[in-house]
């Protein structure tokens, strides 16, 4: 098991421009749930994305997203979803799930996401993790490397069984999910668990202040940032450990009980920094 303390992409050189700082291609929210989308771009911004793209599968994102991340980029996919469309904008990482909802158009999403930009590395999140119905064998056939970010309840639908609640079987199960899937795994919950079949890091920091609706749209947005430069299991890793000393931090200045999803991104500068 690893015991070293996750680190976040480091500096920049003096000379760099945006492009170096990463392309982050986001495929989150929906007109029932537009949060989604401006969680993961806030967060991906503030975790050092010099480009977000915002791929907007819902009319209504395109007015509602300018608002909160006025620096992000907008991808209208609202008449038609296509892979070519997302190669074009040349990401250095997909994510894809947080919000999406309408399952049969989240499924189709996900087989063209899985086909998509050959070598780069994406994530699937939430509504996108519920769509592969039970078969994480599915992943084995992507393009580009995959991180999965399932909660309990997501693992234990694409393994068929319940999730243990206890450190040990945490592992066990996450250690299964990766055989299955060949993708890098965060099992998320208290003492996450990230495992990529040679290594298994379970994160120390957090608290019950996570447990707020939001939180892991925060996480798929940190988590995005951080592998347009870093391997899969680095950035998952830094993510994870972020993530939680941003709840840490929030929860310190607001209680736990007062923590919501937004609060984490304000920590963002100063977990990074103390990371």
Avoid: W
């Avoid at 592998?227 to 994870?240: K, S």
């Amino acid at each position: 098991m690893s015991v070293h303390t996750p680190e976040p992409p480091g500096p920049l050189p003096r000379a760099a421009h945006k492009g170096d700082a990463g392309r982050v291609l986001c495929l989150a929210g929906s007109r029932t749930m537009p949060g989604a989308a401006l969680l993961v771009a806030r967060a991906a911004q503030r975790a050092g994305a010099g480009l977000v793209i915002v791929g907007c599968l819902d009319r209504e994102l395109m007015a509602l997203v300018p608002l909160a991340a006025p620096e992000a980029v907008l991808l209208d996919l609202s008449a038609s979803f296509a892979a070519q469309r997302l190669a074009e904008r040349e990401p250095h990482a997909l994510l894809a799930g947080p919000g999406l909802r309408d399952v049969e158009r989240t499924r189709a999403v996900v087989e063209q996401v899985l086909e998509a930009c050959p070598g780069i590395p994406r994530i699937l999140d939430a509504d996108a993790l519920n769509a592969l119905r039970g078969e994480p064998e599915r992943l084995r056939s992507s393009a580009g490397p995959v991180v999965i970010t399932p909660h309990p309840g997501e693992a234990g639908r694409l393994l068929g069984r319940s999730i243990p609640p206890d450190g040990e079987g945490r592992e066990r199960a996450a250690h299964e999910l990766q055989r299955r899937s060949g993708a890098v795994v965060v099992l998320k919950g208290a003492g996450t668990v990230v495992c990529d079949g040679d290594r298994t890091y379970v994160n120390t920091t957090g608290n019950p202040g996570l447990a707020t609706a939001g939180s892991g749209d925060v996480l798929a947005g940190i988590l995005v940032a951080y592998l347009a430069r870093l391997g899969p299991h680095e950035a998952a890793t830094a993510a994870v450990h972020v993530h939680g000393r941003a709840g840490d931090l929030a929860a310190e200045r607001l209680g736990e009980a007062a923590v919501v999803a937004s609060d984490l991104i304000a920590e963002l500068p100063a977990a990074q920094r103390r990371s």
